[in-house]
């Protein structure tokens, strides 16, 4: 197993510090199937299905499903293979417990997505300690305002992965202008290829490329074919580049021999973007940006069908949101990569989207990535 | 949006009926981000995020994020847009109890996987009906067991599926063996054109190929890279592709220039498979053949890290497991698919493994796909 770096630490020190104050004995986290969490990957480098526990005692106990890659990737005090906890999270969980020594009537606590079914049986399983599970005041929630800012590794990450991104881009409209990209998945093949050979894991989701017969809907499906992409009309790209763990998450729209309807949603998609970067600095409200392009629209008797962007990071979708919705109450903060994506669809036209990729400082906002309309 | 066909109607009908035995009032279904579930395009056809209600008058209310994808795939008896519902589950549920006129005090069953600390939300918005979230008799439940038995239509599509399956292989073999596949890369790029060429809507979740340097792994970190592929010594390559909504699972091992411990692994992985083939018929418990396989290669002094195989359908993994775990009681019955897929794994020599799909029959087994040990 790897040493445990100064950059994991200083991550687990976060976490420490929190349960000290929160008294809880023991945190459990759980990346598996069905329940994705990259916070192990945040904590300890571990890329694959694992369990970690962490105790207040601040000790980390790293239970992977596969012993190979933690071996290869993985940071923590203890390692022991799932198979030896009959691959099971509660068994896992009640072992432990033992092993990181925490005291009868801790609180443990386990992952704010245990489905109510399974919170039962913990409870049933663990009568020694004090179960909790919860959501807005949780380890998970720390967490995740813990990641949502950024850290200098996390930032030059990003710095890097736009770089790939955007001569992805400029690869991309090169040949779109050249015709060499005919269909939606040729367009797809070029990130795939062009990614990889630049060393990332691969993308950070699965690309969506909507020629203009398919671009009306705000996530494709299938998320490509081998349709037309760049011919008269609306062409849509969702993609992102995953580069040693970061994801971006860019959107280009291809116009081509469009009617004064498609002009129209690329201009007001176009003047909503600048709208919302002008609004971003350090202690804006996110809600009030996405209100602010929300009401922008509807002076045009337009509706956007989504959120106006989200936070990245190992996640194609982190906190903050960028909603204009009632409960939200999310701040940027320096330090924050957002995106920033307004776009607007008709059945009739197509859809138009831009989306960018956005570091959030003090004073306002570095747009790191160069998505753009692409004319042919 | 398309009319009701037969297909879903029949699928309706028996979450209606037993709707009708259990007293549920109304049932919610979510497909969304972190909280994927097909039912929803198993009941309706429609592919993409969105909540569905069914009534025990046995109507339906479709509620998706994307109105125009709804309109294209969906059935439903009531369709209506999310963003009218505050783009918000529990508001959804709420309005939904109403259109679909469920009596106060009926009970309302949500999905098994919400987390606790949601259940507690959804119990609060709903004081007037009484809600429940199940997971062993549940309507999710239920619906994994529907699911697990393939109708007349769906073993149709995976015929047809493994036929496009065998032909990848094909081709794979053709160009290891011609030298034109070199590296990770480039098997995984033959499966993604030749899929979507013959008009499937992609792979069925994201393909694993390991060159002799990163087999040893389960399942391998990155994904794929650029690695050399089809080397000396023990290369996987695990895929699948999706038609029409349909996955099939397939592992080959390429072998070269194998040392007398690598053949060893060859040999019992292929007897493995053998074994368990020879042991499926309806009435069988799958834990024990996943037992006997344990048995197997307990006699070598080897241990297989992972279950013996799983159902597959819309979704990857679904019901049953063929895992040798206490708790596992499935037993076979004839219209399964599921996946035999024995492997051993070592450090120092790679991995090995050998995943078919299999269509469940009275008598005995017909296996699907035609994956193999591919020597060069």
């Not at 200083?10 to 809880?24: N, T």
């Not at 005692?57 to 290869?72: C, E, G, N």
């Not at 015709?179 to 950070?204: F, M, N, P, S």
Request: hydrophobic share 40%.
């Amino acid at each position: 197993m790897a040493a445990k770096t100064g950059r994991y630490q200083q991550r687990l020190d976060k976490i420490y510090d929190w349960m000290a104050q929160e008294e809880i004995g023991m945190v459990m986290i759980e990346d598996a199937e069905g329940r994705r969490d990259s916070n192990i990957r945040w904590l300890s480098g571990h890329p694959a299905d694992a369990l970690l526990f962490l105790s207040v005692d601040r000790k980390s106990l790293l239970v992977p499903w596969d012993l190979f890659i933690a071996k290869l990737y993985g940071n923590a005090d203890y390692l022991r293979p799932y198979t030896g906890f009959d691959r099971h999270p509660i068994t896992a969980c009640l072992k432990a417990a033992a092993l990181l020594k925490i005291p009868r009537f801790s609180r443990i606590e386990i992952p704010s997505s245990t489905a109510y079914p399974r919170f039962l049986k913990f409870i049933e399983a663990l009568p020694d300690f004090d179960v909790i599970c919860r959501e807005e005041d949780g380890a998970g929630s720390a967490l995740e305002q813990f990641r949502s800012i950024k850290d200098e590794e996390e930032i030059r990450l990003y710095r890097a992965a736009a770089e790939i991104t955007n001569e992805i881009i400029g690869l991309l409209e090169k040949q779109l202008k050249g015709g060499k990209i005919k269909t939606e998945y040729d367009a797809v093949q070029l990130i795939e290829g062009e990614c990889r050979k630049r060393g990332c894991e691969g993308t950070g989701f699965e690309t969506l490329a909507a020629g203009p017969e398919r671009s009306a809907a705000i996530h494709s499906f299938p998320s490509y074919t081998a349709s037309p992409f760049g011919t008269a009309g609306l062409s849509i790209l969702d993609f992102g580049i995953k580069y040693k763990g970061y994801t971006t998450d860019v959107t280009l729209t291809v116009a081509a021999d469009c009617t004064k309807a498609q002009e129209r949603l690329i201009t007001l998609t176009e003047k909503a973007g600048k709208l919302a970067l002008g609004m971003i600095r350090g202690g804006t409200g996110t809600r009030e940006i996405a209100a602010a392009v929300d009401a922008f629209f509807a002076k045009s008797n337009k509706v956007m069908p989504h959120a106006l962007g989200h936070g990245i990071g190992l996640d194609p979708h982190e906190a903050p949101a960028l909603r204009n919705r009632k409960d939200n109450s999310a701040v940027l903060q320096p330090g924050m990569v957002i995106t920033i994506e307004p776009g607007l669809y008709d059945p009739r036209l197509g859809g138009c989207r831009l989306e960018n990729d956005v570091l959030v400082t003090e004073e306002g906002a570095e747009v790191l990535t160069a998505s753009r309309i692409i004319r042919l």
